[in-house]
């Protein structure tokens, strides 16, 4: 398993954005497939966004509606979700997780960072 540690959230205002982290302590970073997912309270958690290992291969929630961009600098093993336009119903728990190859799901998971949105 790779851990991995998120940053990056916080309180912003409707419309406003953010940048959230989250770096991997894997020197073979560039072989797992890695996603962000979001969890609001009382609702399941989904899945936001997801790049390839390709790095050109991405994957959004029908929600973004081209609102966030998902990326990765495998020279610091760090992964980004860049958030735009944010709105009150984005306001959850974002995670990050890595699925290595020869895996099926997701199996390294993040603890997490709080995105508030505020109207």
């Known amino acids: 398993q790779v851990r991995l540690v998120e940053s990056g959230g916080g309180l912003v205002k409707t419309g406003g954005s953010l940048r959230l982290s989250c770096q991997a302590s894997?020197?073979?970073?560039?072989?797992?497939?890695m996603a962000w997912f979001r969890q609001a309270p009382g609702k399941e958690r989904e899945f936001v966004a997801g790049?390839?290992?390709?790095?050109?291969?991405?994957k959004y929630a029908d929600f973004v509606e081209g609102r966030f961009t998902i990326s990765r600098d495998v020279r610091k093993y760090t992964l980004y979700l860049q958030m735009t336009s944010l709105k009150p119903e984005d306001t959850a728990v974002y995670s990050c997780?890595?699925?290595?190859?020869?895996?099926?799901?997701?199996?390294?998971w993040g603890q997490g960072t709080q995105v508030t949105v505020s109207s």
């Open positions: 894997v020197l073979t970073f560039v072989s797992y497939l």
């Open positions: 790049i390839g290992r390709s790095h050109t291969t991405t």
């Open positions: 997780a890595a699925q290595g190859q020869g895996e099926s799901t997701f199996t390294s």
